[in-house]
């Protein structure tokens, strides 16, 4: 038997906190719920520090932001409590005491206030728009007008856990290949910055005709040390000229479009954006949005406006009683599969339950991508920091050579 920290709210909304024993988490859910208990937070308890590790430095008083982990944590709370059958004032005022978060916390008060003075849910998340995305808010409008906000908070916890999960899944795929593409620049840069510097002074000082390769090397340790002020202005021009160019409506859809069609990163972004329109659109229909303006949503969160083009299309589709499968065809980016679930989900009447399944598979595939994508790069990178070093240091020998070979 296990120790578990819990929190949770009684019959009356009164947070309690302790310590519980069981053999795993949902058995210490379930001991919590026979005791007429509403569990919040269960987790095994955090272990001791001791010695150097007790020691805490003093924390800076800066203003901490929303994450989306504090968001998913209160739409997930929200949820339970409003399913236990507490008022939502009671619930909101709980969260508000709950949060870990000074920001959140901020923010759960002052939606507690606007709900007491008599808006709905839905109004007062929208009083804070870097918080709340319209998706969030438009589910939440639909929940309120159904009777359904438990169900639809539900549902929101599980679209936000998926968008996480991947997300961090990708990060976390990507950290060793940028260390060592990292690293690599680094001691390429030691070496002709630094290393080659003292041998140029050997050299010089022994008169030989050092091989093409040594020089051009010197040549290039010249110029970084020379002129790297130079260096760093053009890719602070380069990069501000891109951006400028990516915010204008022409530069970015071809930005985006370019996007789709590099030869390795273009299939994954593909996959990733039809994962996320398929999961967004199936989490509005399912929650109740109305589809022209779960479409409105969609085309706003896409982050592609290739897509956002595309969503258009269907709006004009489903205007006319095209459906959605038919306009999306003509987009080129949602691939045959997609396609034909989306179709035959039009087909069944199941539309809402077949674009989950289509988010649910593409997401596998996108994990599938970066697994082979990192496990192409890593020997990639390595072959080509081994090269670059190989070649700088038998550049070297080579001049060490000549040197040597000099008449006395």
Same mark, same amino acid.
């Given at each position: 038997?296990?120790?578990?920290?819990?929190?949770?709210?009684?019959?009356?909304?009164?947070?309690?906190?302790?310590?519980?024993?069981? =053999?795993?988490?949902?058995? !210490? *859910?379930?001991?919590?719920?026979?005791?007429?208990?509403?569990?919040?937070?269960?987790?095994?308890?955090?272990?001791k520090?001791?010695? $150097?590790?007790?020691?805490?430095?003093?924390?800076?008083?800066?203003?901490?932001?929303?994450?989306?982990?504090?968001?998913?944590?209160?739409?997930?709370?929200?949820?339970?409590?409003?399913?236990?059958?507490?008022? $939502?004032?009671?619930?909101?005022?709980?969260?508000?005491?709950?949060?870990? +978060?000074p920001?959140?916390?901020?923010?759960?008060?002052?939606?507690?206030?606007?709900?007491?003075?008599?808006?709905?849910? =839905?109004?007062?998340?929208?009083?804070?728009?870097?918080?709340?995305?319209?998706?969030?808010?438009?589910?939440?409008?639909?929940?309120?007008?159904?009777?359904?906000?438990?169900?639809?908070?539900?549902?929101?916890?599980?679209?936000?856990?998926?968008?996480?999960?991947?997300?961090?899944?990708?990060?976390?795929?990507?950290?060793?290949?940028?260390? %060592?593409?990292?690293?690599?620049?680094?001691s390429?840069?030691i070496?002709? @910055?630094?290393?080659?510097?003292?041998?140029?002074?050997?050299?010089?000082?022994?008169?030989?005709?050092?091989?093409?390769?040594?020089?051009?090397?010197?040549?290039?340790?010249?110029?970084?040390r020379?002129?790297?002020?130079?260096?760093?202005?053009?890719?602070v021009?380069?990069?501000?000229?891109?951006?400028?160019?990516?915010?204008?409506? !022409?530069?970015?859809?071809?930005?985006?479009? @370019?996007?789709?069609? %590099?030869?390795?990163?273009?299939?994954?972004a593909?996959?990733? =954006?039809v994962?996320?329109?398929?999961?967004?659109?199936?989490?509005?229909l399912?929650?109740?949005?109305?589809?022209?303006?779960?479409?409105?949503?969609?085309?706003?969160?896409?982050g592609?406006?290739?897509?956002?083009?595309?969503?258009?299309?269907?709006?004009?589709?489903?205007?006319?009683? !095209?459906?959605?499968?038919?306009?999306?065809?003509?987009?080129?980016?949602?691939?045959?599969?997609?396609?034909?679930?989306?179709?035959?989900?039009?087909?069944?009447?199941?539309?809402?339950?077949?674009?989950?399944?289509?988010?649910?598979?593409?997401?596998?595939?996108?994990? *599938?991508?970066v697994?082979?994508?990192?496990?192409? $790069?890593?020997?990639?990178?390595? %072959?080509?920091?081994?090269?670059?070093?190989?070649?700088?240091?038998?550049?070297?020998?080579?001049?060490?050579?000549?040197? +040597? +070979?000099?008449?006395?």
């Open positions: 038997m296990a120790q578990f920290q819990y929190r949770a709210a009684d019959g009356e909304g009164r947070v309690l906190e302790g310590l519980i024993e069981a =053999a795993e988490v949902s058995g !210490a *859910v379930a001991r919590l719920q026979e005791r007429g208990l509403i569990p919040l937070r269960v987790a095994a308890p955090a272990p520090r001791s010695g $150097l590790a007790s020691i805490s430095l003093p924390q800076l008083s800066l203003k901490k932001r929303v994450k989306r982990r504090d968001l998913l944590v209160f739409t997930h709370e929200l949820s339970t409590l409003l399913g236990a059958g507490l008022p $939502l004032d009671r619930s909101l005022s709980i969260l508000s005491e709950l949060s870990e +978060n920001e959140m916390k901020a923010v759960v008060a002052d939606i507690l206030q606007s709900v007491q003075r008599g808006k709905s849910l =839905a109004e007062s998340l929208a009083q804070h728009p870097k918080v709340f995305e319209p998706l969030f808010i438009n589910m939440v409008k639909a929940g309120e007008i159904g009777g359904v906000l438990d169900t639809v908070l539900q549902r929101l916890t599980e679209y936000l856990e998926s968008a996480s999960e991947l997300r961090d899944e990708v990060r976390s795929a990507m950290i060793y290949p940028v260390i %060592l593409l990292l690293t690599s620049f680094i390429v840069t070496l002709l @910055t630094y290393v080659l510097p003292k041998f140029a002074t050997i050299f010089s000082q022994g008169g030989a005709t050092l091989p093409f390769t040594a020089r051009m090397l010197m040549g290039v340790s010249d110029a970084m020379s002129y790297w002020w130079l260096g760093i202005l053009i890719i021009a380069g990069a501000v000229g891109v951006t400028h160019w990516i915010r204008t409506p !022409a530069g970015r859809l071809q930005w985006d479009r @370019t996007r789709l069609r %590099l030869v390795l990163l273009g299939d994954l593909r996959k990733i =954006a994962a996320r329109f398929a999961r967004t659109l199936g989490t509005l399912r929650s109740g949005v109305p589809m022209l303006q779960a479409l409105d949503i969609v085309r706003d969160v896409s592609n406006v290739v897509l956002a083009h595309a969503v258009d299309e269907v709006k004009v589709g489903v205007r006319g009683g !095209a459906g959605v499968a038919g306009p999306l065809s003509h987009s080129g980016v949602f691939p045959p599969l997609a396609l034909q679930m989306i179709s035959v989900g039009e087909e069944t009447g199941r539309l809402d339950d077949m674009l989950v399944q289509v988010a649910d598979y593409f997401d596998r595939e996108v994990r *599938v991508t697994k082979r994508l990192t496990s192409l $790069l890593e020997p990639v990178l390595l %072959l080509v920091g081994g090269v670059v070093v190989a070649f700088v240091v038998l550049s070297m020998f080579s001049a060490i050579s000549s040197v +040597n +070979n000099m008449p006395l």
